[in-house]
């Protein structure tokens, strides 16, 4: 998959000039919607086939400030794939500063039926889906191991 890559927007920065942490969670859900365009999955698809994906749970570490018009690039790898949720890891790169790792993050996700509100098992309903993201474990798992 190919990464993300975007540049800071000046309305991104707080008062001290630095993009306002808010904003990366931001990121990374473009980032999200970016791999699901990639492997074939944009989001609509999942409204058309009468799904919606919740963020069940979110979080941050921020290890270096971006600035405005700094140049970033994620790269989204999949960390954990069940029968009703998965969790994204996200690794954001300032390229603008040598490829510095400046945060990383996940979020947790499931799929919900449109209609009832209630949980899709991924692996009976959404069988083409889970056979994809589960490819994509398999070559994250494996570029974690080689890049160590």
């Known amino acids: 998959m190919q990464p993300y890559i975007r540049k800071a927007k000046y309305y991104e920065t707080d008062q001290m ?9 931001r ?10 365009d990639q492997i074939g ?6 409204e058309e ?10 979080d941050c570490e921020y290890k270096k400030s971006v600035k405005f018009d700094d140049e970033v690039k994620i790269v989204v790898s999949l960390q954990d794939f069940g029968k009703v949720k998965f969790t994204l ?7 603008s ?12 996700h499931c799929f919900l039926n449109s209609r009832t509100g209630f949980p899709v098992m991924m692996n ?6 889970s056979e994809t993201m589960e490819k994509f474990l398999s070559k994250s798992v494996a570029e974690k191991t080689t890049s160590k």
Request: charged share 20%; no cysteine; net charge negative.
């Open 17 to 25: 000039g630095i993009i306002h942490h808010s904003n990366y969670i």
């Open 27 to 36: 990121w990374m859900e473009e980032a999200r919607i970016d791999l699901l």
């Open 41 to 46: 999955y944009p989001y609509s698809r999942f």
């Open 49 to 58: 086939m009468g799904y919606m994906s919740p963020v069940l749970h979110a």
């Open 89 to 95: 890891r996200y690794d954001i790169y300032n390229m």
């Open 97 to 108: 500063q040598d490829g510095v790792l400046s945060a990383y993050g996940t979020t947790t």
């Open 124 to 129: 009976k309903e959404m069988k083409e889906f």
